[in-house]
């Protein structure tokens, strides 16, 4: 079973959908989770971390379910420029060591 | 800030040859990753350091592979010699030390491998 995984997607939904992901991970002892974003030929960069209580930001919102093992990323509203893919990523027991999921591609068509 | 530098941005290789990608971390950071970038793979953690010094290369492929961070403003990862499926983008990124937790990871805009 790998670390962290993903649907690769694509997701191809219409602007103003909702749209969620969810990622599952195998290491029952990870402590940190986070959504990264990347852009087409572009590097990651950090979307949101996602801690134990839930978290939002603005159409963004991450959850985590220590039980099962996953955590999500919902996506309000969806815009245009939400097109990319968007990165799980759980840390992987060594200081400052995390693995990423193999991303989920999300494009909103008009 | 100028964020993570690194060089070249793409380099076209023939295989066999030796190649050297360099970064420049933020100043500050006290920590530096290597990634690999591949559409099979993903994004792969391949060596990272901790105040210069080299804390896990497990992700490292193989000898042909070899890292090198001489100083906190500059590391080098070295690929000799170069096979075709060395092919990808290669990700430096940096981070600061945060005691207990993992923190956010700047990367730079990487360096797209080609070996033919």
């Known amino acids: 079973r790998k670390e962290v995984e993903q649907d690769p997607g694509p997701f191809n939904v219409p602007e103003g959908a909702t749209v969620a992901f969810n990622c599952t991970y195998s290491?029952?002892?990870?402590?940190?989770f986070f959504w990264y974003r990347q852009d087409c030929r572009k590097e990651p960069k950090l979307l949101m971390s996602?801690?134990?209580s839930g978290n939002e930001d603005g159409r963004f919102t991450a959850q985590l379910n220590r039980a099962s093992q996953y955590i999500s990323l919902l996506i309000r509203d969806s815009k245009l420029s939400d097109s990319a893919t968007y990165l799980c990523?759980?840390?992987?027991?060594?200081?400052?060591?995390?693995?990423f999921g193999i991303g989920t591609k999300l494009q909103v068509i008009p | 800030d100028a964020g993570v530098i690194q060089s070249p941005r793409h380099e076209v290789t023939e295989m066999g040859q030796e190649v050297t990608l360099r970064c420049k971390p933020i100043?500050?950071?006290?920590?530096l990753f290597w990634y690999r970038q591949t559409m099979m793979r993903g994004l792969e953690l391949l060596i990272y350091?901790?105040?210069?010094?080299?804390?896990?290369d497990s992700g490292m492929p193989e000898d042909r592979f070899s890292a090198k961070m001489p100083n906190a403003s500059f590391s080098t990862l070295k690929i000799q010699p170069s096979e075709p499926r060395d092919s990808a983008v290669y990700f430096c990124?940096?981070?600061?030390?945060?005691?207990?937790?993992?923190?956010?990871?700047?990367f730079g805009p990487g360096t797209r491998l080609t070996v033919l």
């Open positions: 350091f901790n105040n210069n010094v080299p804390i896990d």
């Open positions: 996602v801690y134990s």
């Open positions: 990523v759980v840390d992987s027991g060594g200081y400052q060591k995390v693995t």
């Open positions: 990124a940096s981070s600061p030390s945060v005691y207990e937790r993992e923190d956010e990871q700047f």
């Open positions: 100043s500050g950071h006290d920590y």
């Open positions: 290491n029952s002892a990870s402590q940190s």
